[in-house]
């Protein structure tokens, strides 16, 4: 594929809980890059998760305790498990790849991006 391609966005209520899916072709490059940014209605671009090549993920301040972000390497998918979901949370929800050892939450290091997936969640 081109692109990531995201799926599993949705509208929940507070507590709630989401799992969003990127298939990514870059899971399979020996040093690579996989994250999630997010982007609120009014908000700049914020990056929540990412994991690396060993596995290795980073997390927003905001979602600790909160997100998990996984890979499936057999099915070349990427995931975003969200649990007590806020109503800050609320955004359009973006896959992202690219080459790279160090997966900083940052938008510059990733070249592919997905169309993005929105979750809505409401009080």
């Known amino acids: 594929q081109v692109q990531p391609v995201e799926s599993g966005g949705g509208s929940v209520q507070a507590g709630g809980s989401l799992r969003l899916s990127c298939a990514a072709s870059t899971v399979t490059y020996s040093s690579r890059c996989i994250a999630w940014f997010r982007q609120a209605p009014g908000k700049g671009r914020e990056g929540v998760a990412s994991?690396?090549?060993?596995?290795?993920?980073r997390y927003a301040d905001s979602v600790k305790g909160r997100f998990t972000v996984s890979e499936d390497n057999a099915k070349n998918t990427l995931y975003l498990e969200m649990n007590s979901l806020k109503p800050e949370d609320t955004a359009m929800y973006y896959c992202a790849a690219g080459r790279g050892t160090t997966c900083l939450l940052a938008d510059y290091l990733y070249n592919y991006w997905g169309q993005g997936t929105q979750v809505t969640v409401s009080s």
């Open positions: 994991i690396d090549t060993l596995g290795s993920t």
